[in-house]
């Protein structure tokens, strides 16, 4: 299995930055995309982001290009979300999730960090 979990969210203000991260544990070597996706209350889960497993791949939703940014660090067993020039709307839950092969699940979850914008 692989374990995530979430870290660096909070509250900001309009306009400012959060860089979340994800860390991953137990049996990485089995991971290849990651990503994260997002909740707001009363709304469907959405894709944020994902990332290969080489990092050269970031794929960004259309609606949050130029604000966002996917990264990993293989190494460290670490995903991030750069989050820039925040809004209101981006207020959510955010998961962070790892695709694997060979595991008992195809995707493991972490339990989301808040993310909460002011106006």
């Known amino acids: 299995q692989v374990q995530l979990v979430e870290s660096g969210g909070g509250l900001v203000r309009t306009g400012e930055s959060l860089r979340l991260s994800c860390a991953a544990s137990?049996?990485?070597?089995?991971?290849?995309?990651m990503g994260w996706f997002r909740q707001a209350p009363g709304k469907e889960r959405e894709f944020v982001a994902s990332?290969?497993?080489?990092?050269?791949?970031?794929n960004v939703a259309d609606s949050l290009k130029g604000r966002f940014g996917i990264s990993r660090d293989n190494a460290k067993n670490m995903l991030y979300l750069q989050m820039n020039s925040l809004k209101p709307e981006d207020t959510a839950v955010y998961y962070c999730?790892?695709?694997?092969?060979?595991?008992?699940?195809?995707?493991?979850w972490g339990q989301g960090t808040q993310v909460t914008v002011s106006s």
């Open positions: 999730y790892a695709d694997t092969v060979g595991e008992v699940s195809p995707r493991y």
């Open positions: 137990g049996r990485t070597f089995s991971t290849f995309a």
């Open positions: 990332v290969s497993w080489s990092g050269l791949n970031p």
